[in-house]
């Protein structure tokens, strides 16, 4: 046996705890409320097999070689101008593409994370980002959040904190639309609290935002991208989730500093993003074939996500510290089960009884979270999701019912600041 000498950085690599449990809601019968995918009812098979024959038909020589590591320049004008219809206008120059933003996370930990770094995150965050954060070797500052997203006051504290310590935190990252896991959305006037904080303390902030477009109801909150006039918003934007993942393309928006470093970045891990996607997106872009998808998936995940509310309300026990959040956009609910319940024991029931989620312990950088759970409403059908409920709320009414006296919450005593908070996102 070969002894591999693995780097520092190797030795702190984690396979994602939630990925491995994905794995096993892969049972035929099972339904899932697990992964973070997009039904593939919607997807638009026909625009891209249009798109592709013109690709290679119109633009083939540049479709099959290399591209620039900043981006087929085709398509970083079809995303400029995506962007000025859709209210955070940029120019070609200011774009960096990438093969999907999970890649960003990972340049940006590259580029601003020095091993045992600060940086501040929402708690909960997206699971991909401690991952690739994590491998930088980041001092996860997790910051709380309520029904308006990312708490100012906390956040503030807890830079002050940092920065008295002698420690200020290289960013702070947020995703302010339909967070993935909570679905929760930052109110315009905490975005622009953020912002105050950001410029006080002379922070960048890292923007991620695949969830932005699905909105069922109500207006548009601008990004803090266009609400920036500083130039310290690094905006991430995917097509993932509003339009295929499969096609692993992305961009960043950044300042011309940022953007440089980056694409050195890049040149070390993948010299490009596939010009031939590039090139399909390009004309999918140009005759507006995404914007056809996103209102095709908002439609369609507004339904499911109504579903799901109501058999929540309909077959969920009533009791005190059971609550779920209600979003106005997005693929995810955040459930808050009562304390005493573990979300990890109840998945392995749940596995038995054909139904999954994800728990919730993976989006917290600290492991706290042990009683909550994400559920996904856009890949399942609405068949599923109303029989998938109907098995969780039985299987959490009876562990309600089996727990100790001692725990059994009536709703009498008074709930705790967190469980206030939860109560209060479950009704927002
Ligand atoms: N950021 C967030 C907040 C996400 O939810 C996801 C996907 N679940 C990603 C980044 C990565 O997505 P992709 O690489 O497919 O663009």
Redesign the pocket.
């Known amino acids: 046996m070969v002894d591999m000498k693995f780097s520092k950085m190797a030795a702190r690599l984690r396979r994602s705890e939630i990925r491995e449990l994905l794995k096993l809601t892969r049972q035929p019968g099972t339904i899932s409320f697990g992964g973070?995918l997009p039904d593939p009812v919607v997807f638009p098979k026909e625009a891209v097999e249009a798109a592709s024959l013109r690709a290679i038909r119109e633009r083939g020589d540049q479709a099959l070689q290399y591209s620039p590591t900043e981006g087929e320049p085709f398509l970083k004008e079809e995303i400029a101008a995506y962007m000025q219809r859709t209210g955070d206008p940029a120019r070609p120059e200011d774009i960096l593409v990438v093969s999907?933003?999970?890649?960003a996370?990972d340049l940006l930990a590259r580029i601003f994370i020095d091993p045992g770094d600060p940086i501040i995150v929402e708690r909960p965050t997206?699971v991909?980002?401690i991952q690739a954060f994590r491998a930088m070797d980041a001092d996860f500052q997790g910051v709380d959040m309520d029904d308006e997203g990312i708490i100012p006051e906390q956040l503030e504290a807890k830079i002050a904190e940092l920065v008295g310590a002698g420690r200020p935190p290289k960013f702070i990252y947020v995703?302010p639309d339909f967070q993935?896991p909570s679905g929760i959305n930052l109110t315009l006037e905490r975005r622009k609290q953020v912002l105050a904080i950001a410029s006080k303390y002379n922070l960048p902030v890292i923007e991620?935002s695949?969830y932005r477009e699905l909105r069922f109801t109500g207006e548009l909150i601008p990004s803090l991208y266009s609400l920036d006039t500083e130039g310290r918003v690094i905006l991430m934007k995917?097509l993932?989730k509003i339009f295929t993942?499969g096609f692993r393309i992305?961009w960043v928006v950044a300042p011309p500093a940022v953007i440089d470093k980056l694409v050195m970045a890049k040149q070390g891990a993948d010299l490009c993003t596939s010009a031939y996607v590039s090139m399909i997106t390009a004309f999918l872009f140009q005759d507006r074939k995404i914007e056809e998808q996103v209102v095709k998936c908002r439609d369609l995940y507004k339904r499911k996500n109504k579903v799901m509310l109501d058999v929540l309300e309909r077959e969920m026990p009533k009791v005190h510290g059971l609550s779920w959040s209600k979003p106005d956009g997005g693929m995810f609910l955040w459930v808050r089960l009562p304390k005493y319940m573990d979300a990890l024991e109840l998945l392995h029931e749940a596995i038995t009884e054909k139904v999954a989620y994800v728990i919730g312990k993976g989006f917290y950088a600290d492991g706290s979270g042990g009683n909550e759970l994400r559920l996904n409403y856009s890949y399942p059908t609405e068949e599923q999701i109303v029989i998938g409920i109907q098995r969780l709320a039985r299987l959490i009414t009876k562990r309600i019912k089996n727990g100790s006296s001692d725990h059994t919450d009536t709703g009498q005593s008074r709930p705790s600041v967190e469980e206030e908070s939860s109560l209060r996102t479950a009704k927002g």
């Open positions: 973070g999907s933003s999970q890649q996370l997206y991909g980002t995703i993935n991620d695949p995917t993932s993942p992305g």
